[in-house]
């Protein structure tokens, strides 16, 4: 078998046995469904070792099946909003420290705002990557996400087990089939996993949405809130990346606003 190592000496602590631990989480909704995973082969405090899967662009029918699939996974739960997998504390979004929950939160609108959104956009303010004027509309957003306002969020949902960093990067087109990598998972709304892919693309996405809603329907409105989910890592973006992102987190944070 060919393996591949993903090895930094100077990785925060737990970065790798977090991603570990995220992918055997994910991939126990195998056994009823869920999408395959990156088998971990070996974890260090440095490293991970994973197979060196061989990949083909994808067909319209492996879409439909990363689809369905998906569903399936996000079906397998979570103890709550905001949950790590078990055994685990604060995770991680790319080098990024992510904030977890170990007990439920009183809605997900509060866990996102508290977790997700304030976080990320605080850090960006303060490294140039958003403007104060642009972290005003984001905590104005956020003291709605703070009081549930449905006409914002949606109805409340069971929280799913979310891969938590969906772009397209992160799904391998394998000659199998697909497969995820590189998680941050945790419990959360299922239509954050969808928005990530509608914000970085995916090819055959129509497909793959369309599967997902003909396996579990989302509530009315999904589509529409697509820029509430892309919030969190658009900020994250903005983090790493700068001031670019930064703008779109305020336009994503404003079309999010304007549908309530």
């Known amino acids: 078998m060919m393996t591949f190592t993903k090895r930094d000496p100077h990785a925060a602590e737990g970065f790798y046995r977090t991603e570990a631990a995220g992918l055997r989480w994910l991939g126990a909704a195998t056994a009823d469904g869920g999408l395959p995973v990156a088998e971990v082969l070996e974890v260090t405090a440095t490293s991970i070792t994973l197979p060196r ?10 879409a439909r099946e990363f689809g369905r699939r998906l569903a399936l996974t996000h079906r397998a739960g979570a103890a709550h909003h905001g949950a790590p997998p078990p055994g685990l504390g604060d995770g991680f979004i790319a080098t990024l420290p992510l904030p977890h929950l170990a007990e439920s939160p009183s809605h997900w609108g509060d866990f996102y705002a508290g977790c997700r959104v304030e976080p990320f ?4 303010a303060d490294d140039g990557g ?10 104005r957003l956020c003291e ?9 969020t949606g109805p409340e949902v069971p929280a799913a087990r979310l891969h938590g960093d969906l772009w397209s990067g992160n799904v391998l087109w394998t000659t199998h089939g697909p497969l995820l ?6 419990g959360g709304h299922p239509e954050t996993d969808l ?3 509608a914000l970085f693309g995916l090819p055959h996405l ?7 809603t003909g396996t579990a329907p989302l509530p009315d409105g999904w589509a529409d809130r697509a820029p509430l989910h892309q919030l969190h890592p658009l900020l994250v973006h903005a983090v790493l990346f700068g001031p ?6 305020v336009r994503a944070a404003e079309a999010a606003g304007a549908l309530a």
């Open 53 to 62: 899967y061989p990949t083909a662009a994808p067909t319209p029918e492996q």
């Open 121 to 124: 956009a605080r850090a960006a």
């Open 130 to 139: 958003l403007s104060r004027t642009g972290l005003d509309v984001v905590l």
């Open 144 to 152: 709605r996400l703070h009081h549930g306002d449905p006409a914002l």
């Open 181 to 186: 990598i590189d998680p941050a998972a945790h």
């Open 195 to 197: 928005a990530m892919l």
């Open 206 to 212: 129509d497909l793959v949405l369309d599967a997902y």
């Open 244 to 249: 670019s992102y930064g703008e779109q987190a």
